[in-house]
Every structure is written in structure tokens, then in C-alpha cells.
């Protein structure tokens, strides 16, 4: 059964930095079949996708680059979202997901895809 389980979430002040955590577990990811990524909902909008690794390859939204990177630790089935310089428009529900980096909805831009398996989200909190 795959878990994937965000931590790492908190209230901060504007631009300070946080890293959050996604443990994954029952998944066999690592190499270029597998893929994961992070997501945010602000309250009152839909889920965006920001960041997405496949293998060791990076996939960034334009309006998150820069500020924040995401990152494998495969000694402990972890992928990170490190994320600095936070802004109160960061304040959203962040989430992990992954699959098996088939064709789908969620858009980077160098590919869509469909994300099979979901964390819970851990919350974030900016404030001016």
C-alpha cells in the first residue's frame, strides 16, 4: 500500500524559508519511471502544481523558480520542497503526489502528467 506523508509545514514570517517533507513508502520511485511533485491550494482556489522530479531531473513552474527546489533523498524514500524568500501569496496547503509518469492533467513545462497517489498536504503559513 502506498503512504505518502507531508511534514515540514508551520507559520513564517515573510521571507524566511521552510523545507517541507514527503515521506513515500509502498512506491518504488528513483530512476526515470517514476515520478513526484509537489502541489499548493490557497484557500478559495484550486490545487497548482509547483515542482515535479523524475529521476534526477527538475521541473519547475515559472512563478516558483528560483525560490524554491525539490529534492530526492533516496536513503530515506524522501522528496523535499525547499523553499525560501516565502511571500504571504505561499500561505496554501501543500501536497505531495506520485506516479508512474504517465501522460495526464497536471501541466510543467516539459510535460503533463498523472500523479496515481496523494499525501494528506501539510499546511503553510506566511504572514506580512
Known amino acids: 500500500q502506498v503512504h505518502l506523508v507531508e511534514s515540514g509545514g508551520g507559520s513564517v514570517q515573510a521571507g524566511r524559508s521552510l523545507r517541507l517533507s514527503c515521506a513515500v513508502s509502498?512506491?518504488?520511485?528513483?530512476?526515470?519511471?517514476?515520478?513526484v511533485a509537489w502541489f499548493r491550494q490557497a484557500p478559495g482556489k484550486e490545487r497548482e502544481p509547483l515542482a515535479h522530479i523524475r529521476g534526477d531531473d527538475a521541473t519547475y513552474q515559472d512563478f516558483i523558480r528560483g525560490r524554491f527546489t525539490i529534492s530526492r533523498d533516496d536513503d530515506s524514500n524522501t522528496v523535499h520542497l525547499q523553499m525560501a524568500d516565502l511571500k504571504p501569496e505561499d500561505t496554501a496547503v501543500y501536497t505531495c503526489a506520485a506516479g508512474w509518469c504517465s501522460s495526464g492533467s497536471w501541466c510543467f513545462p516539459r510535460g503533463c502528467y498523472e500523479y496515481n497517489y496523494w499525501g494528506q498536504g501539510t499546511q503553510v503559513n506566511v504572514t506580512a
Open positions: 509502498g512506491f518504488t520511485y528513483g530512476g526515470y519511471g517514476s515520478c
